[in-house]
């Protein structure tokens, strides 16, 4: 029911989110453009799908005037599951239903993560990715940008020669990004289990062909050599120690630590997970053990000097739509200036997709993907939580009006 209320709500917005040919001007009092800086009393211009000026000054004219609430690009989620959800029954849908169920679900998942701010999401990885992606590039589906690996490679790929191919076919098949398992989940420990050639040959192809990487990591050998191995993304993190955080750091290597949405998630919705694979209770033990270590990580990754996170949650089941728990979790937890971490959920992660010359910037010439928060984020990091206006690609999709509550 809560996936059909979702999806009917949508098409009730339809009209809302339908192409304006006119120029619109988007007034606020305050600015933050995604690469560091705070404008105040400033007009955002768009003209289609693009910003065409900003401009400090009066409202006037103004097509939405935004009055108090702060305004800034759209975030970026480099890391989220918009396939995995919840089945009829309450339960994580491990295996997959029928096509349309999945799709559904996936639409409906990508629905609730627009409306809370995130106008490009990075999914690795679920094959029916491919087709949402498209719906949702043409138009006819309301939901963040989608970027997707379509499927993942790990220890079982097979030989070098055989990954190399494999990398090859990936690109062929329209994939984004390629998802890689370095080491066994923090379920299992966290080990390296793909060996260090295996990881050479898919980095290193995806690399000659122009396709990026991502690499699922947790222990310190695991990131050591998958950085060693020429991938250019690292997520999770859990066991980093202060060299491998330096390692990364002097390669350049992204780093995308997990540490304030996917583990509450799954500690807040155990019951739903509990009984399915390795969702068992010496899994659920490691992860309440994980919050803890995710505190001391996030700490000294903060404190690593040019260090490049960026802003992913890993968003399962259940946690779509609270994607921006992990920028409140990162000032709160690492000590992270709230700047910095809009920044890691703007133009930076947007560089990390080297999409940075499109989105993640409120400048001319930049798609139109700016969202408002209550709140000056700067002062109070919970207001990214508070979105009330979402536009994305010059299209406005939630507009809440002082005092009340809903979209239109």
Not at 54 to 63: D, L, Q
Not at 157 to 170: C, D, H, M, N, Y
Not at 302 to 315: E, I, Q, R
């Amino acid at each position: 029911m809560r996936m059909k209320a979702a999806l009917f709500a949508a098409l009730l917005a339809a009209p809302t989110v339908l192409a304006q040919s006119q120029t619109i001007r988007i007034h606020a009092a305050t600015v933050i453009d995604g690469s560091g800086k705070t404008l105040r009393n400033a007009t955002i211009v768009v003209q289609g799908s693009k910003i065409t000026s900003v401009e400090t000054g009066n409202a006037a004219n103004a097509t939405y005037d935004l009055g108090q609430l702060t305004v800034m690009p759209g975030m970026i989620d480099v890391h989220a599951h918009v396939a995995w959800h919840f089945d009829k029954d309450g339960r994580y849908a491990a295996r997959p239903g029928s096509p349309s169920e999945e799709i559904l679900y996936s639409a409906e998942n990508a629905y609730v993560t627009l409306l809370a701010g995130f106008t490009t999401i990075q999914s690795p990885g679920s094959a029916s990715d491919v087709e949402l992606r498209e719906a949702i590039a043409r138009g006819v589906l309301p939901g963040p940008r989608i970027l997707t690996s379509i499927r993942q490679l790990n220890e079982r790929s097979g030989t070098p020669a055989e990954i190399r191919q494999k990398v090859r076919q990936l690109k062929a098949d329209g994939a984004d990004v390629v998802k890689i398992f370095a080491s066994a989940s923090i379920r299992d420990g966290g080990k390296q289990t793909m060996t260090d050639e295996q990881l050479v040959a898919a980095c290193g192809e995806a690399k000659a062909i122009g396709i990026r990487t991502m690499v699922h990591a947790h222990s310190p050998e695991s990131i050591k050599a998958s950085v060693n191995a020429g991938c250019q993304q690292i997520e999770h993190g859990v066991f980093a120690t202060d060299d491998v955080l330096k390692l990364m750091a002097d390669k350049g290597v992204y780093f995308d630590p997990n540490i304030g949405v996917v583990l509450q998630n799954y500690l807040t919705n155990k019951a739903k997970f509990l009984g399915i694979g390795n969702y068992n209770e010496e899994g659920f033990a490691y992860m309440e053990k994980g919050l803890g270590l995710n505190r001391d990580m996030i700490k000294k990754a903060v404190a690593t000097p040019n260090l490049k996170m960026v802003l992913g949650t890993d968003a399962v089941a259940g946690a779509h739509g609270h994607n921006a728990d992990e920028i409140v979790e990162r000032v709160r937890q690492g000590n992270q200036k709230p700047m910095d971490a809009i920044v890691s959920a703007t133009s930076l992660a947007a560089k990390s997709m080297r999409l940075d010359k499109t989105i993640g910037t409120l400048a001319p010439g930049f798609e139109a993907d700016l969202v408002a928060v209550e709140g000056d984020p700067l002062s109070d990091v919970t207001a990214v939580t508070r979105v009330t206006f979402v536009m994305k690609g010059g299209k406005v999709y939630k507009h809440v009006a002082p005092g009340t509550r809903g979209t239109h």
